[in-house]
């Protein structure tokens, strides 16, 4: 495997630009904390945080709203839209708005840490990949904070998804990557999914397409604040979805 020295390293950290998406709703009691561990662990990275807010009602666009003036409009972008839209789109909508070379898709709820960040810029600027994503599911990886069904239903849907589509991937439904910004306009534009198979859809399709992807074991921690957006309804769209890839990938 070819190394890269550390040096050579932070002198591409510096050429390349990371625009971190964020969808958000209701994640008044979470962004601040999630927009700090960024800054914090990103310290030497050029980025930038593009909020995509779904018309919160709990005040959320105004806790962003004052960490502009912060952190400053410029690392911060609030682009709102009027109503909850799903999470696909939301991502769409954040690409559209997205001015690095590579992309980053993470949740605001905390269950992503922001600590894993530069192991995974590390990772694409060792290996070349066109991906990287965290994984719950090889060693070092894991999951704190869910009880043993929710653990159950989460490994049994990636058992399925891998028995049926061999993505390639360890752990199908995790939403925090990085993307070259290239391939993520790519892969999203094959998509067709709008709800939480919407990650499925896009590691799958970047596999059929042959991108070069890469996995970071992380701990994925159950949100501390505000309540999951996972319902009964999702868990039926994800079904659908599976048997949708199936026939078209």
């Known amino acids: 495997m070819v190394m890269i020295s550390d040096a050579s390293m932070e002198v591409t950290e510096e050429k390349n630009k990371y625009s971190i998406i964020v969808p958000t709703y209701n994640e008044r009691l979470n962004i601040a904390l999630i927009i700090y561990l960024i ?12 909020v995509v807010d779904d018309g919160s009602p709990d005040g959320t ?27 696909g789109t939301a991502y769409m909508h954040g690409l559209k708005h997205a001015s690095g070379n ?24 060792e290996t070349g990949a066109s991906i990287v994503t965290g994984t719950r ?35 199908l439904t995790g939403s925090f990557r990085l993307y070259r910004k290239s391939v993520l306009e790519d892969v999203i534009s094959s998509c067709v999914s709008k709800g939480y198979v919407f990650q499925m859809e896009m590691i799958v399709r970047a596999s059929r397409k042959g991108y070069h ?19 009964g309804s999702e868990i039926v769209e994800y079904l659908k979805g599976l048997v949708y890839l199936l026939v078209t990938t």
Not at 39 to 50: D, G, T
Not at 70 to 85: H, N, S, T
Not at 102 to 124: C, G, N
Not at 145 to 167: D, E, F, I, Q, Y
Request: a positive charge.
């Open 39 to 50: 800054f914090k662990h990103l310290s030497n990275v050029n980025f930038e945080v593009i």
């Open 61 to 87: 666009q105004d806790i962003v709203e004052q960490l502009q003036q912060v952190y400053g409009e410029d690392r911060i972008l609030l682009r709102a839209r009027p109503k909850k839209l799903g999470l």
């Open 102 to 125: 590579f992309v980053v898709i993470m949740d605001a709820d905390l269950s992503h840490h922001p600590k894993y960040l530069p192991s995974f810029i590390r990772r694409q600027m």
């Open 137 to 171: 599911y090889v060693k070092g990886g894991g999951v704190h904070g869910w009880n043993l069904m929710r653990k159950l239903t989460s490994r049994g849907a990636n058992v399925l998804a891998h028995t049926l589509l061999w993505p390639g991937v360890s752990d």
């Open 213 to 231: 992807i890469e996995e970071v074991p992380i701990t994925f921690v159950d949100r501390v604040y505000g309540s999951s957006k996972l319902g």
